[in-house]
């Protein structure tokens, strides 16, 4: 009988570590999920400041007066983005708050929970600044490369607008064989 008493603790015991084990789990994934919604909303939200910055300054440069339909679902974006924020942040407090140990004078070392949503954060603060560094080179690129197009597009007027060596017209004569000057 004894032995039996000892089987049963023992299934027990491990039934409960497996239960804490899957509230432990289930509440992380919650955390991760929502703190990566919320990058993702910050993003949406940074976009649409971005955009209407953007709008804003090319209606003040021109000293056109600024064209609701143009801004309002730029502000509503950002708008909407701040709330799911909150929200996806209430859903994180209240996964923290739900988080507790079946037994916690039984658990031989409590997980802190503070301590690996601060790692959570950081690794997700990391992401957004590589993000914003990636964003940063891509726009920088994009420039260069309009640059790049501009000074090719000034070599072909140039090479375009020489004129024919043999016979001084504007461009390369078809009856003689003379090339444009270089």
């Known amino acids: 009988m004894a032995l039996n008493d000892s089987l049963e603790a023992l299934k027990s015991f491990v039934a409960e570590a497996a239960q ?83 037994k916690e004078e039984e658990a031989e070392e409590p997980v802190n929970f503070e301590e690996e949503l601060e790692n959570l954060h950081k690794e997700l603060d990391e992401l957004g600044e590589n993000l914003a560094k990636l964003e940063k080179v891509e726009a920088e690129a994009s420039e260069k490369l309009e640059d790049v197009e501009q000074a090719v597009d000034a070599v072909f007027e140039v090479v375009d607008d020489s004129p024919c060596a043999a016979c001084e017209t504007p461009e390369a004569c078809e009856g003689c064989e003379a090339k444009p000057e270089e």
């Open 20 to 102: 804490a084990a899957a509230r432990v789990t289930k509440n992380a994934a919650a955390v991760t999920k929502s703190n990566i919604n919320i990058l993702t909303e910050q993003d949406k939200q940074k976009k649409a400041y971005l955009e209407l910055g953007k709008l804003y300054y090319r209606d003040y440069i021109t000293g056109e007066e600024p064209d609701d339909a143009e801004y309002l679902p730029l502000c509503e974006a950002i708008t909407e983005a701040a709330k799911n924020i909150e929200a996806l942040r209430g859903e994180v407090e209240t996964a923290k708050a739900n988080f507790k140990p079946a």
